[in-house]
């Protein structure tokens, strides 16, 4: 139990576009998910937490227009990234609470931006 | 500034060792996780620890949570080349904060 994927595993895009990444928790309703960006040998930060039909909880530093949540049900949320440029590239990761201690991740997304 | 302080950053051991990897804050959590990520994956779920001196083992793998509450230690006993990778601990309150990793690699 307590799956978590995302899609998609990997995605290379120009520069200007915008990517959609889509966290799905399979056998869980996920009150709440987070998602995390991580750069090649860090550890996750904190970009964002979402509650089910509201609006996401952006960390300081983080562009909430550059960096679109939503949290339409309480199995799927999705990261927008718009107008993406190099600086973008990087490992996206979301995770999914039920409400207990566990946050349970999905196997994450690699954003290329060329 | 890391809320979570890991330590070591960098381990590399032989086959065999018995190691320890300390995760140390000065706030006190609800509840400590222990997570170990695969490059190229996500996190993968160890352990929770809620009570304050909570000992738990997962086979190899000894958990403990400090008395306060504020600090956590992961030790393996006998590494396998399998343990070999970033070990994250997290502190969780209303939301949940990482520590930097510890990067193990076990050498056969």
């Known amino acids: 139990g307590a799956v978590v994927s995302q899609h998609p595993s990997w995605v290379i895009c120009k520069s200007g576009t915008s990517v959609k990444i889509e966290c799905r928790s399979l056998?869980?309703?996920?009150?709440?998910m987070f998602w995390y960006r991580q750069f090649p040998k860090q550890s996750l930060m904190l970009m964002a937490t979402?509650?089910?039909?509201?609006?996401?909880?952006?960390e300081q530093g983080v562009e909430k227009d550059k960096f679109l949540i939503n949290h339409a049900s309480l199995t799927l949320s999705t990261l927008t990234v718009t107008s993406a440029h190099p600086e973008d590239s990087s490992f996206y990761i979301c995770?999914?609470?039920?409400?207990?201690?566990?946050?349970?991740f999905g196997p994450g997304t690699r954003l290329t931006v060329t | 500034t890391q809320l979570l302080e890991q330590s070591p950053q960098f381990l590399s051991i032989q086959e065999g060792e018995n190691l320890t990897v300390y995760c140390n804050s000065s706030?006190?959590?609800?509840?400590l996780q222990w997570y170990r990520q695969e490059p190229g994956e996500g996190p993968v779920l160890l352990v929770t620890?809620?009570?304050?001196?909570e000992v738990k083992k997962l086979k190899r793998l000894t958990f403990q949570f400090g008395d306060a509450r504020k600090d956590s230690s992961l030790h393996i006993t006998a590494a396998q080349p399998g343990d070999t990778g970033l070990y994250l601990c997290?502190?969780?309150?209303?939301?949940?904060?990482f520590g930097a990793g510890t990067r193990l690699t076990v050498k056969p």
């Open positions: 056998d869980f309703q996920a009150t709440t």
């Open positions: 620890v809620v009570t304050g001196g």
């Open positions: 979402s509650n089910e039909g509201s609006k996401a909880t952006y």
């Open positions: 995770s999914a609470s039920e409400g207990s201690y566990e946050q349970y």
């Open positions: 706030s006190v959590f609800s509840s």
């Open positions: 997290a502190g969780r309150n209303n939301d949940m904060r």
